[in-house]
T-cell receptor, first 110, second 116 residues
Framework: TQLLEQSPQFLSIQEGENLTVYCNSSSVFSSLQWYRQEPGEGPVLLVT?????EVKKLKRLTFQFGDARKDSSLHITAAQPGDTGLYLC??????????FGKGTRLSVIA | SAVISQKPSRDICQRGTSLTIQCQVDSQVTMMFWYRQQPGQSLTLIAT???????TYESGFVIDKFPISRPNLTFSTLTVSNMSPEDSSIYLC??????WGAGELFFGEGSRLTVL
């Protein structure tokens, strides 16, 4: 059973389009992180959200943590080819290891 | 932020052989983590490597299959023993830094193993 479900699994869009990636769980997390991984590289942290309802913006990326701290979304405005990569959400619960979702593989076509 | 180097970056291995992956960090860290990333799957924690003590393995992973060394605070190795095609995966080394209570994981570039 996957603790963190990400959707969609794959996404291919044209440059300039907007998109939203979702990360859902039936469990409550103390914090949730989003990482981006490019081919041949390890994941790199984009953001950490810790408060229910929290919204964080990072240039064209908007991250939201659900009020109940069970889900999160990542919205990208005006996607660019440089946004291409694997987006992973990861949830923290106390001192247990981070739990990762399977990821959303995004391809932005110029 | 920590800088992590892994080698080899990729390798093709024969069934039944073993391969050791090295992980070097540019700063001293207490814990180092080894993850597996199988095709189409999420990152799965194999074990936590502590300097001066036995590694702590997650459910489904055993020391005989994935022996780990941690000789000092900047280096660790993971060996994948008696490999089978099911071990084909990316293996990632990671360390954690904590700022304001929330930890951030820094990863190496990964070691992509293909077992024939």
């Amino acid at each position: 059973t996957q603790l963190l479900e990400q959707s969609p699994q794959f996404l291919s869009i044209q440059e300039g389009e907007n998109l939203t990636v979702y990360c859902n769980s039936s469990s409550v997390f103390s914090s949730l992180q989003w990482y981006r991984q490019e081919p041949g590289e390890g994941p790199v942290l984009l953001v950490t959200v810790v408060t229910g309802g929290e919204v964080k913006k990072l240039k064209r990326l908007t991250f939201q943590f659900g009020d109940a701290r069970k889900d999160s979304s990542l919205h990208i405005t005006a996607a660019q080819p440089g946004d291409t990569g694997l987006y992973l959400c990861a949830g923290a619960r106390g001192n247990t290891p981070l739990v990762f979702g399977k990821g959303t593989r995004l391809s932005v076509i110029a | 932020s920590a800088v992590i180097s892994q080698k080899p970056s990729r390798d093709i291995c024969q069934r039944g052989t073993s391969l050791t992956i090295q992980c070097q960090v540019d700063s001293q860290v207490t814990m180092m983590f080894w993850y597996r990333q199988q095709p189409g799957q999420s990152l799965t924690l194999i074990a936590t490597a502590n300097q001066g003590s036995e590694a702590t393995y997650e459910s489904g992973f055993v020391i005989d299959k994935f022996p780990i060394s941690r000789p000092n605070l900047t280096f660790s190795t993971l060996t994948v023993s008696n490999m089978s095609p099911e071990d084909s995966s990316i293996y990632l080394c990671s360390v954690e830094e904590r700022v304001w209570g929330a930890g951030e994981l820094f990863f190496g570039e990964g070691s992509r193993l293909t077992v024939l």
